[in-house]
């Protein structure tokens, strides 16, 4: 059963750092592109970029390049975001997602993980 | 990025009725790369539709997308109560057509 388990919910001030995680499993990790995708409270879904775990190969939004960092670690099978100085405007709930088809990083995202909601205040 | 218009931004319909939503990308999409998501409250995005009409292996049938080039819809035939929630189109294919549109909320009266 293939699955995207995110990491837990997360409470930060602004000017802190930030990691979230994707661990994925149930299939070949390497084989599939990952895709981050942002949705700020109340509002719609934005494509944040791409990582190919294979090759490590990634690929930004120009919104949000330079703001985050999108790295993998295949011997874990586990994605990441970081961010090393959060503003109130990251405040949203970031979701992983893999393609429908493997090796192709601007496909349809057909599995989902649950979400991680990252909350930023003073 | 192209940018894409759904409407209507709320559609209000009663159990069984055919509800009609409609996607207009602001670049033309090659080869359909045109997705549908339904999204409820507190759960990711689910896919129903991809390359604008292809159901996903778990979608009802009672959806259906069709569409080309800028235009594209999401019918769904018989609205049940399980329906209610944000739909999402989302063009794809290359980095600089990527994007969602702003979504349409189905309400079942």
């Known amino acids: 059963d293939v699955q995207l388990v995110q990491s837990g919910a997360e409470v930060r001030k602004p000017g802190e750092s930030l990691e979230i995680s994707c661990k994925t499993s149930g299939y070949s990790f390497s084989d599939y592109w990952i895709v981050w995708v942002r949705q700020m409270p109340g509002k719609g879904l934005e494509w944040m970029g791409i990582i190919n775990p294979g090759d490590s190969d990634t690929r930004y939004n120009a919104s949000f390049q330079g703001h985050v960092t999108i790295s993998a670690d295949t011997s874990i099978n586990t994605a990441y975001v970081r961010w090393s100085s959060l503003t109130a405007s990251d405040t949203a709930m970031y979701y992983c997602?893999?393609?429908?088809?493997?090796?192709?990083?601007?496909?349809?995202?057909?599995?989902w993980g649950q979400g991680t909601m990252v909350t930023v205040s003073s | 990025e192209s940018v894409l218009t759904q409407s209507p931004g709320t559609l209000s319909l009663s159990a069984g009725e055919r509800a009609t939503l409609h996607c207009r990308a602001s670049q033309f999409a090659p080869s359909n790369y045109l997705a549908w998501y339904q999204q409820k409250p507190g759960q990711p995005p689910r896919l129903l539709i991809h390359r604008a009409s292809n159901r996903a292996t778990v979608t009802p049938d009672r959806f259906s997308g069709s569409g080309s080039g800028t235009d594209f819809t999401l019918t769904i035939s018989r609205l049940e109560p399980e329906d209610s929630g944000m739909y999402y189109c989302h063009q794809y294919g290359s980095s600089p057509l990527l994007g969602f549109g702003g979504g349409t909320k189905v309400e079942i009266k």
């Open positions: 997602a893999r393609p429908v088809r493997p090796n192709w990083g601007f496909d349809a995202l057909e599995i």
